[in-house]
T-cell receptor, first 116, second 109 residues
Framework: GAVVSQHPSRVICKSGTSVKIECRSLDFQATTMFWYRQFPKKSLMLMATSNEGSKATYEQGVEKDKFLINHASLTLSTLTVTSAHPEDSSFYICSASRSYSYNEQFFGPGTRLTVL | SQKIEQNSEALNIQEGKTATLTCNYTNYSPAYLQWYRQDPGRGPVFLLL?????KEKRKERLKVTFDTTLKQSLFHITASQPADSATYLC????????FGTGTSLTVIP
């Protein structure tokens, strides 16, 4: 149990385009979903926290207009990187939790975004 | 600002020995601390959670300690196996959530 999927696993796009990444909890209802980004050999940086049906809470320094998060249901959250630039290239990972806290997060496999 | 440090970026140990990983933090008082395992190109996998009022937690070959006075957590893997080779991340949780930088563990057969 507690499986989280992400789609796509890899995406390459041109600078200026927008990319949508999906995060799904396959066998449980996720009260909270989190989005992280990870640079090579660096730790995960929390970008935002979202609860179903409400606006995402963004961490300091994360542009909400750049990284649009939609949490449409208890099993689906999407992250849209708008007008992507090469510096947005990174590994984006989502996680899902059954609670409203940071307790026991189940992580997706990640999405490798490369912006040319 | 908060700072989380995990001992040496890389740790190599012989199979069968006990691996001990350290997580030190400053400028933060977490309500609980978590340990995760991450394999290359994959998302982290939750291993253990220990609360601020708990001293020690065990799960199979894993043991975690939490010293809020020293602001330190130790993560032990006993009878280590090559399959334990991965990056291990500590994470602090309270009002906010922070991951440590990770320690890459290699268990040598």
């Amino acid at each position: 149990g507690a499986v989280v999927s992400q789609h796509p696993s890899r995406v390459i796009c041109k600078s200026g385009t927008s990319v949508k990444i999906e995060c799904r909890s396959l066998d449980f209802q996720a009260t909270t979903m989190f989005w992280y980004r990870q640079f090579p050999k660096k730790s995960l940086m929390l970008m935002a926290t979202s609860n179903e049906g409400s606006k995402a809470t963004y961490e300091q320094g994360v542009e909400k207009d750049k990284f649009l998060i939609n949490h449409a249901s208890l099993t689906l959250s999407t992250l849209t990187v708008t007008s992507a630039h090469p510096e947005d290239s990174s590994f984006y990972i989502c996680s899902a939790s059954r609670s409203y806290s940071y307790n026991e997060q189940f992580f997706g496999p990640g999405t490798r975004l490369t912006v040319l | 600002s908060q700072k989380i440090e995990q001992n040496s970026e890389a740790l190599n140990i012989q199979e069968g020995k006990t691996a001990t990983l350290t997580c030190n933090y400053t400028n933060y008082s977490p309500a609980y601390l978590q340990w995760y395992r991450q394999d290359p190109g994959r998302g982290p996998v939750f291993l253990l959670l220990i609360r601020e009022n708990e001293k020690e937690k065990r799960k199979e070959r894993l043991k975690v300690t939490f010293d809020t006075t020293l602001k330190q957590s130790l993560f032990h893997i006993t009878a280590s196996q090559p399959a334990d080779s991965a990056t291990y991340l500590c994470a602090l949780a309270g009002n906010q959530f922070y991951f440590g930088t990770g320690t890459s563990l290699t268990v040598i057969p």
